[in-house]
């Protein structure tokens, strides 16, 4: 299996604007999670496998691609497909009353944390990916009377949520680098080198 180590282009560049123009697209399709990480095995839509381990400090982005056949036109493009993003709105809760600002922050955390949901807080916001029904998720925070704005652009979703899914089985060595033990041995095995 060919391990595809780097990123040649991505459509939304006006330089391959053109060469993608008349070529056959085939699409490999991404969850958020898998999008994050640097190792990985993907189906396309054309049932092939595609075996990734990009270099050190590299990310996916939506349109990216991994190879281009100029004469076969043909190419094989990334394709995020990102979740939605509950945003917890507690801008009143810093002109509260101490006691009450203690008890919502605990009542918050209590909450989130007795789900085990990954969250990011940005000034006033709080950023919980949609990870189960978004009923049971919006029942959760109306138990708690907390103000819920379910949107975030993509790009944001990205920024704020590399790699902290459900799917995410990673480890941190003690050089600073992530492993997917999900990748297939066959890819690890064709790989030049280990970083650890």
């Known amino acids: ?25 085939e699409y ?3 969850d958020q999670w898998t999008a994050q990480k640097s190792r990985f095995v993907a189906t396309s839509d054309a ?27 043909r190419a094989v493009v990334i394709r995020i497909q990102l979740n939605e993003v509950m945003c917890i709105n507690l801008e009143v809760l810093p002109h509260q009353q101490p006691e009450e600002m ?19 807080v940005k000034g006033t916001r709080i950023y919980v990916p949609l990870t189960v029904d978004r009923k049971v998720m919006m029942s959760v925070m109306n138990t708690h009377h907390f103000e819920v704005i379910p949107y975030l652009a993509p790009h944001e979703i990205r920024r704020l949520f590399g790699g902290t899914g459900p799917q ?25 080198g280990c970083h650890c």
């Not at 092939?48 to 281009?68: C, F, M, P, T």
């Not at 008890?103 to 969250?119: C, F, K």
């Open 102 to 120: 203690i008890r919502r922050a605990v009542e918050l955390g209590h909450a989130i944390g007795n789900q085990h949901w990954p969250a990011v």
């Open 168 to 192: 995410s089985h990673t480890h941190e060595h003690c050089t600073g680098e992530v492993h997917d033990h999900a990748f297939e041995e066959e890819a690890l095995s064709e790989t030049v």
């Open 1 to 25: 299996m060919k391990i595809y180590t780097e990123i040649i282009g991505n459509m939304g560049q006006a330089s391959w604007h053109d060469r993608l123009k008349e070529a056959q697209i």
């Open 47 to 73: 049932t092939h496998s595609y075996a990734v381990a990009l270099k050190r400090h590299a990310q996916l982005l939506d349109g990216d691609i991994l190879e281009y056949d100029p004469e076969g036109r």
């Open 28 to 30: 490999v399709d991404l």
